[in-house]
């Protein structure tokens, strides 16, 4: 075979393969150039799921008609000069590949006028060949249509999907886009229909109502807000209460400077705040933008400019975990309860709201009067009236005061505007589990000898692993050695986890330690402190007093995540007087 250089129409097609994957790729490429161009308003249209045709119109500076065929050659752009600038990228765009790697794939039209010209022009380009700039009447701003996408790459073409799937794949772009900038508006057509339309949003209200549009009431209701600064970095933007999890990561977006990300790094970070919240297999919901310095960060690292290095990897690790990490430990019952809006909030059937058991009011007539006056060894009247006669007052004792135990689970507390409802066994479970880990912090942990030392199988590289953090490991309470390529001799154990299975304990610690570090043993050491605690919580169908109810409120009240156990269950729920008095009619 003959080494040749290839013609300069296949060499921009081979580049257009890491560029234009499919009509959605072309959009995003598109839109890139409208927003680095300064644009408040762009719309997109769409025929045949965008490979008959994509239109982008913006109102950007637009392209002065002597640039116009520069800006379809190849690594030609206005965002670089030197090869410094590339140490600090601040546009979306910055190579000057889109638009010839588009152009050498499908039929392209540019037209522009920038503000400060009084004619626009146009320039075409088919199959690699640009036609003459003639002028065409034009607003300010610029137009790219790109036509017959993959016309002349049969091969690409085929692969395409289904009309409605390409279109489904331009609607979620122009979704995670009109996330990044709020103050840019964005329009979506297809058939002659608008699909979308987001207005700029340029105070917190419109915010709100742009996030809503894109990912449901449901998410809005659910989210707290964040904005937080610190090591040269600020996090700010929504984060959804565990009790929100899915069951895919399908509601996660990440934004680094205005930049769509998707980074194993940032999704590290965020996964291990949640650890002590979510359902096991669950995902966490956010819509989270961090802003640093552009020089902390290669964006030059994927074609697609979906990943990065940031050059400080573990300081925006640690700073995403403990920034997250620390808005969730302050979800706990005094903020919720005390504005009426919890967490876990339910509303109940025919009222109206969230969630709530499907129930007639006969039956919770018969639930509640079962539980205050007839269930077996209930404590003596004048508890129970005490607690009914103590109406908190605003700001006191957000959970208010135990009046019943329903059923040997619940307990039933008289609080500020309503009734709170608490699942004894998760709350015991949250703060017992919050103790446990108080008592890991900041001091070496107690050993337990074993009385015979345990044998432990693992991998060479896992041995490896535990003898290069064996100090580690003694400052957590495990006395470990190497005993042969590939096993560990354990000769004591955590005196906090007295019925932990060793072998499992040190396996989990060792693929934590691997996959993040110095913390992940710690982690995984926190995982078992969660197993003890929900065995040590008190179980279904024990009877508490009064006095030990309100014990355990108290104690919500002041732990940390106390809205969530330690697998993610709600702790507890909240129904307002406006709720009952509808459920019965009060008033009308």
Not at 307 to 316: A, D, I, M
Not at 337 to 360: C, E, K, M, N, Q
Not at 462 to 472: F, M, P, Q, R
Request: hydrophobic share 45%.
């Amino acid at each position: 075979m003959t080494i040749r250089v290839l013609p300069e129409q296949l060499i921009h097609q081979i580049a257009a393969g890491e560029v234009v994957e499919r009509p959605a790729s072309v959009v995003k490429e598109l839109v890139e150039n409208s927003l680095d161009a300064g644009a408040s308003s762009i719309e997109i249209e769409i025929e045949g799921g965008g490979a008959s045709l994509i239109r982008v119109r913006d109102d950007g500076s637009g392209i002065a008609a002597d640039e116009l065929v520069l800006a379809l050659a190849r690594h030609a752009t206005s965002k670089l000069a030197r090869v410094e600038d590339l140490e600090a990228v601040r546009t979306l765009g910055f190579r000057g590949e889109a638009l010839p790697s588009i152009a050498s794939v499908s039929r392209v039209k540019l037209v522009s006028l920038p503000a400060a010209a009084a004619v626009a022009y146009s320039v075409s380009a088919a199959d690699g060949v640009l036609s003459g700039v003639s002028p065409q009447p034009h607003p300010p701003g610029t137009t790219v249509e790109v036509r017959d996408l993959f016309f002349n790459v049969p091969a690409r073409r085929k692969f395409l999907r289904s009309e409605r799937t390409e279109l489904s794949q331009v609607e979620r772009l122009v979704e995670r886009l009109a996330l990044s900038r709020f103050d840019v508006g964005f329009r979506l057509l297809s058939a002659r229909k608008t699909l979308a339309d987001h207005p700029p949003a340029r105070d917190e209200r419109a915010r709100d109502v742009r996030v809503a549009a894109v990912l449901g009431d449901e998410f809005i209701t659910h989210a707290l807000k964040l904005d937080h600064e610190g090591s040269g970095m600020r996090l700010h933007g929504w984060f959804c209460m565990p009790t929100y999890a899915r069951s895919q990561a399908d509601q996660q977006h990440f934004f680094l400077n205005g930049r769509p990300l998707r980074d194993k790094l940032v999704a590290s970070a965020v996964r291990l705040a949640y650890r002590d919240v979510l359902y096991h297999g669950r995902q966490p919901a956010y819509v989270l933008y961090l802003e640093m310095d552009p020089a902390r960060v290669d964006v030059n690292a994927h074609p697609q400019k979906l990943e990065v290095r940031f050059r400080e990897p573990r300081l925006v690790h640690d700073f995403l975990f403990r920034t997250v990490e620390r808005a969730l430990a302050e979800t706990r019952p005094v903020q919720a309860a005390s504005t009426a809006v919890p967490a876990a909030r339910f509303s109940l059937p025919g009222v109206g709201g969230d969630i709530g058991p499907r129930t007639s009011s006969l039956d919770l007539y018969t639930a509640l009067g079962a539980a205050v006056r007839d269930m077996p060894g209930a404590e003596p009247n004048e508890h129970r009236e005490a607690a009914i006669a103590h109406e908190p007052s605003p700001g006191e004792h957000p959970l208010g005061f135990a009046i019943a135990q329903l059923h040997g689970i619940y307990i039933l507390a008289q609080a500020q505007g309503g009734l709170v409802l608490v699942d004894m066994h998760a709350a015991h479970e949250r703060t017992t589990y919050e103790r446990l880990k108080q008592s890991l912090a900041g001091k070496r942990i107690a050993a337990q000898p074993l009385l015979v030392p345990v044998a432990i199988n693992v991998s060479a590289a896992e041995a490896d692993e535990a003898e290069k953090h064996a100090a580690l490991f003694d400052e957590l309470g495990i006395e470990i050695s190497r005993s042969g390529p590939a096993q560990l001799l354990l000769r004591s154990m955590p005196a906090l986890l007295p019925s932990a299975d060793p072998a499992t304990l040190v396996r989990d610690m060792l693929a934590d330690l691997r996959e993040q570090g110095t913390g992940g043993a710690m982690q995984a050491l926190e995982r078992a402190l969660g197993t003890m605690a929900c065995h040590q919580a008190v179980r279904a169908n024990r009877r508490l007093t009064v006095p030990e109810m309100n014990a355990l409120l108290r104690e919500m009240e002041t732990t940390l995540r106390a809205d969530q156990c330690v697998h993610g269950r709600p702790t507890w729920s909240f129904v307002s007087m406006d709720d009952l008095d509808r459920l019965f009619l009060r008033g009308r």
